[in-house]
């Protein structure tokens, strides 16, 4: 059970301590003897250490932390800009310690310090661990990890001691061999306190949990499936046999059930990138009209451009979620989400357009109405909105692009170009209602060659036809702000008429080089183009837009 392989690793579970009422003390020093909770609609999300002597707990309804602490001071939490700020701040400084830093939620990390362990020892005689210990500690293990975990435990209280005197916070830390077991450590003594739990107390740190609920990464959806069967606690759960697991669970889930159940856990810690999606959802009053519905969803797309702006990635994918009531059969009130491919060039700006945002806008409408016969009554009880599949925001490539490639009028998604692609019903969370069937998927939507026009009847392309083409405009724009001169004999480049010159000048030398060379062929080869037609020339290309009548 205890093989000591599993013990070559030196894992730190660093929780910051009441997150987002801790930011705002931050902010705003007079709070911090205050009972403080923080309000996202009626629900206090959070509250600080001096509101939990009161009893105010997290996810608390505001009425019940007012009717036991009268003095409750509330801030609104509802703009997460600050705190996402200082938790990427937070992970940042954790990865003066390795690279190996895993973000979970906004104010978790897990940190593989195996490493800087390894460097450590050698430099170090006797070593004492920091904080407290858990657990039965009279039959360690001598495999070293002891010695390991030991040392771990002091380079956490040292991190721990930055974040307080770089960033003001305070935070709690779990020292173990596997993450699991320093994720329950970290929780063990809090505020601003740290445990370790030496491999040999594993087992014993999981049989302190109140019940099986509490097991991370167990999930509610298994709790409940083992309640049915009388398993809450987890020494029930440890004593279940494999094989009634792999009944009520099945084989995968069951073992993996059980290894927690023990305390075993192998999984990396893995390098967070950015988030693979940026979403944002609100639950709202039942909404029955149509406009009222795109207008919750304007703001909601609002918020979410600002969280996509500071990102500072494109999205290629964009979802609604919307969750029906369903007043005869409450329990099909569950969500369902679409989703389909954008245009990246709506994000070509520094800021959205407003023009770019109503080009959005309809889009999600369409998407809703996928989901939503508006014809019919509905009521939405709530409604979100994510983007997926990012893309870095391009460099030089663009201009580039913009000389060398013929350019076409585009959809501003990819719906009238690749059906397949880009509407397919989409699972979601295990508790949605998710209809995978042919009738939620787009209608069939005819191909258009390029400048095509389709009919006249009102269906999903028609709409999207309305939507104008942003590549004229952009290049239009280019022209007005160039100057027609040739490049220097020297050092600086000139700026090709097209190129916007403050752009440009940012550029490296090679890159100005070959967009100016480019602008010169493709003008040279044009202007013989219109000599031997002796009109103007029907090319689709950029040139068509650059040559002066
Ligand atoms: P937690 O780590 O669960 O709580 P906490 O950091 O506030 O308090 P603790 O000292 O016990 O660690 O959650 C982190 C933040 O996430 C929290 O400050 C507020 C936010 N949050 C929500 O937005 N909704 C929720 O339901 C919960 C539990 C937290
Ligand atoms: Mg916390």
Not at 425 to 440: C, G, H, I, Q, R
């Amino acid at each position: 059970m205890n093989n000591v392989n599993d013990h070559l690793r030196t894992i730190i579970h660093v929780d910051i301590d009441c997150f987002y009422a801790q930011v705002e003390m931050i902010k705003n020093p007079s709070l911090m003897n205050l009972p403080l909770g923080i309000q996202q609609k009626n629900i206090v999300v959070t509250s600080n250490y001096v509101a939990r002597q009161y009893g105010v707990q997290k996810c608390m309804k505001i009425s019940d932390a007012r009717k036991i602490c009268s003095d409750l001071v509330l801030v609104n939490g509802e703009d997460l800009h600050d705190y996402r700020q200082m938790s990427y701040n937070v992970t940042a400084c954790l990865r003066n310690y390795s690279d190996l830093v895993e973000r979970l939620g906004l104010d978790e990390n897990f940190l593989d310090i195996t490493h800087l362990v390894k460097e450590k020892l050698h430099s170090n005689g006797s070593i004492n661990s920091f904080g407290n210990v858990f657990g039965d500690t009279s039959m360690l293990c001598d495999c070293g990890c002891t010695e390991r975990l030991k040392l771990g435990s002091q380079i956490a209280q040292e991190i721990r001691d930055r974040l307080r005197n770089e960033l003001g916070l305070t935070t709690c830390a779990g020292i173990a061999h596997n993450k699991l077991i320093a994720k329950i450590a970290c929780s063990k003594n809090k505020p601003n306190k740290q445990t370790i739990v030496f491999p040999n107390c594993a087992y014993e740190l999981l049989l302190s949990l109140e019940s099986v609920a509490n097991i991370p990464w167990l999930g509610h959806v298994t709790a409940q499936l083992l309640a049915q069967h009388n398993i809450t606690k987890v020494e029930e759960l440890q004593n279940t046999s494999i094989d009634l697991l792999k009944t009520i669970l099945g084989c995968d889930r069951a073992k993996f059930v059980r290894d927690l159940s023990l305390g075993n856990d192998l999984s990396p810690v893995k390098i967070s990138g950015k988030p693979q999606s940026i979403g944002i959802e609100d639950s709202c009053k039942a909404i029955s009209i149509e406009k009222e519905i795109e207008e919750k969803l304007r703001q909601l797309l609002n918020r979410l451009l600002v969280l996509v702006a500071e990102d500072g990635r494109i999205p290629k994918t964009l979802k609604i979620t919307v969750r029906k009531y369903d007043k005869h059969n409450s329990h099909l009130s569950g969500r369902e989400s679409r989703q389909c491919n954008i245009s990246t060039s709506l994000f070509n700006n520094l800021k959205m357009t407003e023009v770019n945002k109503n080009k959005l806008i309809s889009i999600i409408m369409i998407l809703f109405k996928k989901i939503v016969d508006t014809k019919k009554t509905f009521h939405i009880t709530l409604l979100g909105l994510s983007f997926t599949k990012f893309v870095e925001k391009p460099n030089t490539n663009i201009l580039k692009k913009f000389l060398s490639r013929n350019i076409e009028v585009q959809s501003v998604t990819d719906f009238a170009n690749t059906r397949e692609e880009c509407c397919t019903p989409t699972k979601v969370a295990s508790t949605s209602y998710v209809l995978d069937s042919p009738e939620f998927e787009l209608g069939p939507i005819p191909k258009r060659g390029k400048f095509q026009k389709l009919g006249t009847k009102r269906n999903l392309t028609n709409d999207l036809d309305d939507i104008e083409a942003p590549s004229k405009l952009k290049v239009a724009e280019l022209r007005l702000n160039s100057s027609d001169s040739l490049p220097d004999t020297n050092h600086n480049i000139s700026c090709p008429p097209n190129v916007n010159e403050e752009v440009f000048r940012e550029l490296p030398r090679e890159v100005q080089v070959e967009l100016w060379e480019n602008y010169r062929q493709t003008k040279d080869r044009d202007k013989q183009l219109i000599s031997r037609l002796g009109k103007r020339t029907k090319t689709n290309s950029i040139l068509h837009y650059m040559i002066h009548k």
